[in-house]
């Protein structure tokens, strides 16, 4: 059974830096897009980065320059080295994949559990 785990998230302050990871389980075929996805109490999820198979990353603007996203395909994992954190980025972190898992015929997207990240002064 394919799924996505996550880990890294917790309590920082201010100015400091935090690294979320996740990992995909299970038997798959294919891995497409990876991304990270947050959602802060009463607001929308949001797309905070995501990365194409080749690498290449895409960052929301209220992130760019102080998140990096990356992605391991031999490992099947995917992380998010967030620096320079506020208060603001406070949130629940998701990850997010499209996985062809080994015995299924199309792409599913798959979530993680939710990792809180709190940033406090």
Do not use: H
């Not at 979320?20 to 109490?41: D, F, N």
């Not at 797309?47 to 194409?52: G, Q």
């Not at 954190?85 to 979530?111: F, G, P, R």
Request: with cysteine; net charge neutral.
């Amino acid at each position: 059974q394919v799924q996505l785990v996550e880990s890294g998230g917790g309590l920082v302050q201010t100015g400091g830096s935090r690294r979320l990871s996740c990992e995909v389980t299970g038997s798959i075929s294919g891995l497409r897009i990876m991304a990270w996805y947050r959602q802060a109490p009463e607001k929308q999820r949001e797309l905070v980065a995501s990365i194409t198979p080749d690498g290449r990353p895409n960052y929301a603007a209220s992130v760019k320059g102080r998140f990096i996203i990356s992605r391991d395909n031999a490992w099947k994992r995917v992380s998010l080295q967030m620096n320079n954190l506020e208060a603001q980025d406070s949130a629940t972190y998701y990850c997010n994949a499209d996985v062809l898992a080994s015995d299924a015929a199309n792409y599913i997207e798959y979530w993680g559990q939710g990792s809180q990240v709190t940033v406090s002064s």
